[in-house]
Structure formats: C-alpha cells, structure tokens
C-alpha cells in the first residue's frame, strides 16, 4: 500500500489520577505517516505537548511488539483499536484516513482504576496470578523437550491459552467487567500440561477466589472478550475453567481435612 500522511484530530481522556473527575481535551496532529505505529503518532503529539511547556499524555507501553500487554487503550470505543487479534502498539496509522477524528480513552473497570491519563492499575491480574497460576516444581536444569511426552493436540491448547499477554482487554470489552477470558487462559495453560498437575485441585478455586475480591463481575456468555482478545484466547478456555473449577470444588468438599 502506498505511503501517506494525515492530519487528525484526538480526542484524549485526561485525568491526573483516580480521585479526580477525568475530561477529554482535544489536539490536533499534523503530517502523520500512515506507517507510524498509534503509539508513535502519540509519540509525536507528546513532543510537542512537551515543546509546548504542557504535560504530555500519559499511556503505558513496553515491548511495543505485541508481548507484554501494557499498551491499553480503548480507540474509538474498542480495546486497542479496530484491528482483529492486534495490540495498540502494533496498530499502524494506516487503519486511520486523512481528517479522522480518534477518541482515545482508558479501561474503564473497577478493578482497574485510573492512575492517570490512559494508565490504569492493573496489578489485580497480577494478584490473581500470585493467588495460584504457578507450578511448584522444583525446576532444576531444563530437561530435553521430548523427555515429557505431551499430546500434540493438548500442547497446541496449552500454547494457545499461554498466548495471553495479561493486557485486559477482555475485562474493558465485557459490559460485566469479567477477567474470566484472563483467569480461564491462566488456568488452561497449567492445567492442559502434565507441570500444571500438583497445584491442579487447588488453582481454580484459588484464582476465582481472588477475582471475585478483587472486584471482577461474572460472565454472562457475551463472547464480547473474545471479539476483542489481541490474542484471540478462545472463550472455549472458559469452559474448561468451570470444569476444573467444578472439579477442584466436589475433590475439596470430599477431603477428610475440609
Ligand atoms: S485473554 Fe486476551 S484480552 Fe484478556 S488479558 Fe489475555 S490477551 Fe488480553
Ligand atoms: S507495548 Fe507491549 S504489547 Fe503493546
């Protein structure tokens, strides 16, 4: 496709944290290459904002190659953007045409308050990742990949659910603000491989457990988190959750020490 530049218009939430009332401010940029990605287009705004004595947009980004999940943002009503499967750091200015106006806004979920700007906490999915998606096994050296015969098609699921980033887009899609897409990938990815099986009867319940405090809604079977996934985690994952976490229920409720 053939190179070209755009003047557009943004329309940015700005909000200094989370006990203040938010707004959205509206800037102009100009000359914007359509093989920039979204976030150097707001590389360039944030410049200027800085040349011009004002505060730049805050937003969060790290590996800008669609790997570590901070780069959220909803662009014009849909979590990074309107490309299928693709994070907001690899959205590229092509998707947009010449005089589009973008509305750029945060998550917006509870559990995810604003730290400012574009930023919101999310260490909630970090909490629940420390309430139970681990394995406790002494790892030592690596040993040779074929020394554990796993099942073609289970290692293909288990890579499949590994694929989440953690960057909450499910949760800012879902009109309940479930993190169930997050925790049912988390608990897939274990719970498929022969690793995942010492902490197996205890990590649905764990994980749940934590969501649920941490203030998540439920799943209501809308598929909107899947839809929006940039890593297409399939909602089929969710199914497999309330089956371990069924499971994992009726072994607790049988145990002599429960
Ligand atoms: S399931 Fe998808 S949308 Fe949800 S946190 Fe993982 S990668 Fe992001
Ligand atoms: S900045 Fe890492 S996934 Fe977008």
């Known amino acids: 496709m053939e190179h070209y530049t755009m003047n557009l218009t943004l329309k940015v939430w700005r909000q200094a944290n989370k006990n203040v009332v938010g707004r959205f401010e509206t800037y102009s940029v100009t000359d914007i290459s359509s093989e920039m990605s979204f976030l150097e287009m707001f ?34 009503g849909r979590p990074h953007g309107p490309w299928h499967g693709t994070t907001t750091c690899q959205l590229h200015m092509r998707a947009f045409k ?15 308050p604003v730290l400012k700007d574009l930023i919101v906490d999310r260490t909630a999915f970090d909490r629940i990742i420390q309430s139970g998606g681990y394995v406790s096994v002494n790892t030592g050296v690596s040993v040779d990949g074929n020394a554990i015969p796993i099942e073609k098609e289970k290692a293909d699921k288990a890579f499949a659910a590994a694929a989440c980033i953690g960057c909450g887009a499910c949760v800012a899609a879902c009109k309940n603000s479930s993190a169930l897409l997050f925790v049912s990938a988390k608990v ?8 995942g099986g010492p902490e197996r009867k205890t ?48 072994s607790a409720d049988l145990s002599p020490t429960s």
């Open 43 to 76: 590389d360039v705004l944030n410049e200027r904002l800085i040349q011009e004595g004002k505060e730049p947009i805050a937003f969060d980004h790290d590996c800008r190659e669609g790997i570590c999940g901070m780069c959220s943002m909803y662009i014009d």
């Open 98 to 112: 010449d005089g589009d106006t973008i509305t750029v806004e945060p998550w917006r979920a509870n559990a995810f």
């Open 188 to 195: 897939s990815h274990l719970s498929l491989l022969p690793q």
């Open 203 to 250: 990590r649905a319940l764990a994980m749940v457990a934590q969501m649920d405090k941490e203030g998540f809604g439920s799943c209501t079977n809308t598929g909107a988190c899947e839809a929006v996934c940039p890593k297409e985690i399939s909602i089929t994952n969710i199914a497999r959750l309330n089956s371990e976490y069924l499971k994992a229920g009726l």
